[in-house]
Structure formats: C-alpha cells, structure tokens
C-alpha cells in the first residue's frame, strides 16, 4: 500500500451535524418557536449544539431554522453553528432537502431534532459507529419507552431481524404495528450519497401533507441499500418535547441529574424535587440546601453554607460558611465566607458583601460593597455605596444615590456608627469611627472620628398635655 493510500484509510471520513429547528411547534401551542421553549434553564436547541460540539468528528453543525428565522439565530449566535433556512416547514424530509447544498460535500451527516435535548454525546458516538461498521445508508437511533404513544415506530421483517424496513408514523400505523414499542427517536446517521440520490423521492402522500424524513428508512431500504437501528441505552434521553407537559417533564429530568450530580459530590439538598437547579451550578460538599431553593446561571457556593427556603440566587459566587435564610434574592453578587444574609434580603448586581458581614432584614443593597464584619441588619436601602469594616448601619438607613439624574457615590469609612433611620445623601463621604446621630439628613461630609447630627432639636413642652385638656374642658 502506498503511504498516500494508508493515510486516505486512516483519515476520518467527513461528517457534519445536521440540526433540524424550523418546526413551529404547534401542540405547544404558544407563540413562542419550540427550540426556543428551555428546559434546564436553556432553550431545547441549545442543549442540542452543546450535545453535537462534543463530537470530536463533526466538522461542522447545521441548524435548519425556519419559523421565527431570526429570533432562533440570536437566541443561539456565537456558538459557531451554521444556519440553514427552510423558508416553509413542509416537513422533516423537506427540511433536510433545503440543507442538500450545504451537506454534498460531507460523507456522513448525523441529523438530530432540535425538540429532542437530553440526547447524550456518547449515545450519538455509538450510533456513529455502528453506522461505519454496519456500512449502513441510514442508521436510526431507536428506544424502547414503556409508552411509546405520538412517535414513529420502527418495522423489521421479525422482531429480532437487525435491518429496518421502514419507519411508520403514528398516524399511519395498523392495530397490529400499534403494540410495536420501539420508536424512531428522530436521529439519525446518513451515507451522503444514497440520501442525496434517493432523498427527492420523497412523496407527501400522508396525514399532515408533509415531506417526511422517517419515510428515507423504507426508500433506501426498498432500493436495496442498508437501514440499519440502535437502540438507546436509555430511553429517557430520546425523549421529545411537543406539548408543555412532556416539556416540564424533560425540565424535571434534567433538575433531578443536576440535584444528584451535587448530592453525590457531598452536597445535602432536602426535598430535590422542589429546587431548581442550573446545570452550572458549582456547589463544594457539606452546603446544605433547603427546600425550595433556586441557583440559577453560573452560582458558585462554597462549602458549609446553609441555603434557606424560598431563596434564588443567580450568577453569584459564595465563600464558604454562608448563611442565607429564608426568602432572599441574590443576583450578580459576591458574598464571603462567613457572612449572613436575610431573612428577606435582596442583593442586587455588583453587591459585593464582606467577610463575616451582615445583610439583614429587608434590606436591600446594589453596588454596595461592605468590608469586614460590616452590619445592616434591618431595612436599609445601600446602593452606590461602600461601607468600611466594622461599620455598623442602622435600621431603615437609606442611601440617596439618585438625584433624578445621575447615581451618586456614598463612602463609609470602617468602624462607624451610622445611627437608624439616617438618610445619607450622595455624593457624600463619612470617615472612619465617626458616628452619625439617628434620624439624620447628612448632605455634608463628615470627618473621621465626628458625629453628625443633622435633623432638628427636640421641643419638649411639659405640662402641655393637661393644659391641652383643660381648655377643651372649658369649650364645651
Ligand atoms: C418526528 C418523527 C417521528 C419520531 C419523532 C421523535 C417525522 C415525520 N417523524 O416526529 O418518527 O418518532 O420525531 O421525536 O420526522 N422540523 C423542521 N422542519 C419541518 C418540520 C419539523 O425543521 O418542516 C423540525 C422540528 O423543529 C423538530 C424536528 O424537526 O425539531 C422534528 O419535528 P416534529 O414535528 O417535532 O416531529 P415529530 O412529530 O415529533
Ligand atoms: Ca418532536
């Protein structure tokens, strides 16, 4: 053999993805595309690139978008993948003849539905390899649910022969196909060339008038050319989503992998079935998660932190040793270790709280940082702001960063006292250990070390009640 020809044998033959996303998801029965519909805190199509970026031999990824074009397109821009536009849905055979132009020069594509998101990368990397060894035209990744109702059904000459005769739809099927358990998955890998060749004799002699895809397995197979199945190791994985309910099904799924992912790595979450949990989410062992409890985005938590009731936090990093009770909301916030947060606390983006400081009681904060053992325990409201270690901030302190115009700055040195119900109006500085009288209204800087009061004198008139009363007496 020539070094030429050895290198031909070795090198791997071209494959592309092939995504099929035009749909517009009719039984979902809303407005919105169905790829776009999320499951696991992202739209179902993402989940289907993320899935196809993991095979190593895909060159490239297609997306056939159709219905809403465009907002498809955004929704998933800047994951590389291609687009494909299949201007009319006339069905899945339809679609994949609007990408004949964009697949000629591939060996194989694999086609996978955009409504089918927990499909797996190694599932996908078995099924290709079995299409290579069995030399097959088409080869169809197939399950076996305990309810095989709405799918396409697979029809071999026996049961227990290998190759495929042809995909029936549902619709279509006879009494006797119906109690045929395993289904068409909707994924498949494809010869280039005997789908190219055949692939426009594709008729829409059917129930929806449509072109479809599943009716390739019974022309190659009718022109002499291999159809060859395999069958999902878990049939959950292939599971589709075209109603709301099989999509909160799949949401549910994929919660339920993301809970027992933590809870294997040694993080307790208490009645899983209630939280909801980004498939992101970082959380370090020994954290306690209690019920109802939603991280979302890119949270991070550290270990030996407490997450009460009817939390959400979102894109937030937390130390470790964080308390967090019940009923507070965390977005795009630092938190460090050892500090308590709420009850019914709201950090706002750019919170930035410090070691072993506190946010307490309806307080809210936003690009406020709080330095060391900081305290705002009772109704505060803390933006633009920063506040020093130590700093102690009283209840129903309110700093007004806003002028109607533009936000201001308030700075706090460390170890001040900020007295309760003070209104710190910003642009404003206050030093270090200074102490500010309750009930003040500080429009000017104070110095380190100063008290500032700033609200008026006490009037306290003694007696003033009984003689009040006594005049009245005299005007009846
Ligand atoms: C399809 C299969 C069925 C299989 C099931 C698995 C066909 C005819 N039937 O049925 O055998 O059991 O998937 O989930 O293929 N799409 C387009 N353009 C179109 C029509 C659809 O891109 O013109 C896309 C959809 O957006 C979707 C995918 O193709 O992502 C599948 O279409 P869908 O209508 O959901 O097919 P099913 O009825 O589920
Ligand atoms: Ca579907």
Request: charged residues 25%; glycine residues 10%.
């Amino acid at each position: 053999m020539s070094k030429e020809a050895g290198k031909q044998k070795r090198s791997t033959p071209k494959l592309a993805v092939v995504i099929m996303a035009a749909g517009k998801g009719t039984r979902l029965k809303t407005r919105r595309p169905k790829v776009l519909h999320e499951v696991g805190g992202k739209p179902l199509l993402s989940h289907v690139i993320a899935t196809a970026g993991k095979l190593a031999d895909a060159e490239n990824i297609y997306a056939i978008v159709g219905h809403h074009a465009e907002r498809v397109r955004e929704a998933v821009a800047g994951t590389g993948v291609r687009f494909i536009e299949q201007k009319e849905q006339r069905g899945t055979g339809h679609a994949i003849q609007c990408a004949r132009e964009a697949i000629s020069g591939y060996e194989h594509i694999l086609v996978l539905s955009g409504d089918v998101p927990l499909i797996q990368a190694d599932t996908l990397q078995h099924l290709m390899t079995v299409h290579s060894a069995e030399g097959a035209a088409m080869t169809i990744l197939t399950a076996v649910p305990d309810d095989p109702t709405g799918y396409g059904r697979i029809i071999r000459r026996s049961p227990d022969f290998s190759e495929v005769d042809a995909i029936i739809e549902e619709k279509a099927l006879t009494p006797a196909q119906r109690s045929i358990r395993e289904i068409n998955s909707g994924i498949y890998a494809f010869k280039v060339g005997p789908l190219l060749k055949y692939l426009d004799k594709l008729k829409n002699v059917n129930a929806h008038g449509e072109f479809y895809l599943t009716d390739m397995a019974a022309l190659l197979h009718g022109a002499g050319e291999k159809v060859a199945a395999q069958k999902a190791a878990e049939a959950a994985d292939v599971l589709g989503a075209n109603t709301i309910a099989e999509l909160v099904l799949l949401d549910a799924r994929i919660r339920a992998a993301t809970a027992n992912r933590l809870m294997a790595a040694g993080v307790t979450i208490f009645r899983p079935e209630t939280c909801v949990i980004d498939a992101e989410v970082q959380v370090d062992p020994d954290t306690i998660i209690e019920p109802f409890v939603q991280l979302l985005g890119a949270t991070r938590i550290g270990t030996d932190c407490r997450i009460r009731s009817y939390s959400v936090i979102e894109n937030c990093a937390l130390g470790k040793n964080v308390l967090v009770l019940p009923g507070c909301v965390l977005g795009e916030s630092t938190v460090a270790d050892g500090a308590r947060i709420g009850p019914f606390a709201h950090l706002r983006p750019g919170s930035e709280i410090g070691q072993d400081a506190h946010v307490g009681n309806f307080v809210e904060t936003k690009k406020a940082k709080l330095g060391k053992g900081a305290k705002a325990n009772h109704l505060s409201y803390l933006g633009d702001a920063e506040v020093g270690a130590g700093t102690n901030i009283g209840a129903g302190v309110i700093t007004c960063n806003y002028d109607g115009e533009k936000k201001h700055l308030t700075r706090i040195g460390q170890g001040s006292f900020v007295g309760s119900d003070s209104t710190l109006v910003a642009p404003i500085e206050i030093g270090d250990g200074a102490y500010i009288g309750a009930g003040s209204c500080i429009t000017r800087n104070v110095p380190s070390g100063a008290l500032a009061v700033g609200r008026s004198r006490q009037v306290t008139k003694e007696g003033w009640a009984a003689a009040r009363r006594a005049r009245k007496e005299e005007q009846k």
